[in-house]
């Protein structure tokens, strides 16, 4: 069964600290991961689709990676504005387009 | 209108009732799709719909009924609901030779079943 794992489920950082938001998977065959942001009261916001192992994505102060079993977004001096729920997505190989299964998600809050 | 427009943000509904959720993309996508998030739970999918037809139904119940009329409407039809589908549904569409997992999001409606 495909399964995606977000850790940790909240994390709050100071302004200007960096630090990381890990997404572990397990799927049959990856066809692509995501991350979507997403605020209160709104739907996700598409960010970064990664495809293969060694891949990374850029913007602003975020930064996607992504491993065999594993991905990271990296948060370079968050600003209070960048206080969101953070949500990692896979699609398997062979399923619809779409068809996405979503971690739980990790909140970030960042104090000025 | 921009954007995935969903009506009514805000739906309170009793057990007997029928209501339906709307969705409107204004992005000239050709897929479109239903998901539901529960709190302390992923965002689960729900319906797929490519250029009108149910490609994904991911084994709903028949409470719940989906409906796309044409590449630029989704409803969802609800009726004799159970509390635990109390959930924020949200619609989403992608045009499907676009970029893999970028789906847009309307806000979502909030549903609260007594």
């Known amino acids: 069964e495909d399964q995606v794992t977000q850790s940790p489920e909240a994390l709050r950082l100071q302004e200007g600290e960096s630090s990381s938001l890990n997404c572990s998977y397990t799927?049959?065959?990856?066809?692509?991961l995501f991350w979507y942001r997403q605020d209160p009261g709104k739907g996700p916001e598409f960010l970064f689709t990664?495809?293969?192992a060694g891949e990374e994505k850029e913007k602003e102060r975020l930064k996607a990676t992504l491993t065999k079993k594993e991905s990271f977004l990296h948060i370079t001096a968050p600003k209070p504005e960048d206080s969101a729920t953070y949500l990692c997505a896979v699609q398997p190989g062979g399923t619809s387009y779409g068809k996405l299964t979503f971690g739980q998600g990790t909140i970030l809050t960042v104090h000025p | 209108e921009t954007g995935v427009t969903q009506t009514p943000r805000h739906l309170v509904m009793g057990m007997t009732n029928k209501k339906s959720l709307k969705c409107e993309q204004h992005?000239?996508?050709?897929?479109m799709y239903w998901y539901k998030q529960s709190a302390k739970k992923p965002l689960e999918l729900m319906f797929v719909?490519?250029?009108?037809?149910?490609?994904e139904n991911n084994s709903v119940p028949s409470r719940f009924s989906p409906e796309c009329p044409n590449s630029s409407h989704l409803f969802l039809h609800l009726h004799t609901l159970q509390p635990e589908d109390s959930a924020l549904y949200l619609c989403?569409?992608?045009?499907?030779?676009?970029?893999?997992?970028?789906?847009?999001f309307g806000e979502g409606s909030r549903l609260t079943v007594l």
């Open positions: 989403a569409s992608s045009q499907l030779t676009g970029t893999p997992g970028e789906l847009f």
């Open positions: 992005l000239g996508h050709n897929a």
């Open positions: 990664l495809y293969s």
């Open positions: 719909y490519n250029f009108k037809e149910q490609t």
């Open positions: 799927v049959s065959g990856l066809r692509g």
